[in-house]
Nanobody, 125 residues
Framework: QVQLVESGGGLVQAGDSLRLSCVVSGGTFGTYTMGWFRQAPGKERGFVSSITKGGSITTYADSVKGRFTISRDNAKTTVYLQMNSLKPEDTAVYYC??????????????????WGQGTQVTVSS
């Protein structure tokens, strides 16, 4: 059974930084494309970032490009999301997800097979 566990969320002020982590167990992490998504109250879950299984290709939503960085450590079966210059509009529950098929990054939530439980990020103004 594949499990994803996120951590690192919290309450910060605008301009601060956070690093989210997502540890994957029970599967073959090194073969998965990984993604980060977020969902704010009253909104649909939206794409944040994705990274290929080897880590060589990354993709970002326009709203976070230049502020967020996705990375992965296959030896630790962990994917990270470094979030800098946080804004109040970044407030959401952040989810990591794993996609079994494909060799490129992927933006659609429906294409991911496994999900974590989410971690809350709240940015105050």
């Amino acid at each position: 059974q594949v499990q994803l566990v996120e951590s690192g969320g919290g309450l910060v002020q605008a301009g601060d930084s956070l690093r989210l982590s997502c540890v994957v167990s029970g599967g073959t992490f090194g073969t998965y494309t990984m993604g980060w998504f977020r969902q704010a109250p009253g909104k649909e879950r939206g794409f944040v970032s994705s990274i290929t299984k080897g880590g060589s290709i990354t993709t970002y939503a326009d709203s976070v490009k230049g502020r967020f960085t996705i990375s992965r450590d296959n030896a630790k079966t962990t994917v990270y999301l470094q979030m800098n210059s946080l804004k109040p509009e970044d407030t959401a529950v952040y989810y990591c997800a794993a996609r079994r098929q494909g060799s490129t990054t992927y933006r659609l939530a429906s294409g991911y097979d496994y999900w974590g439980q989410g971690t809350q990020v709240t940015v105050s103004s």
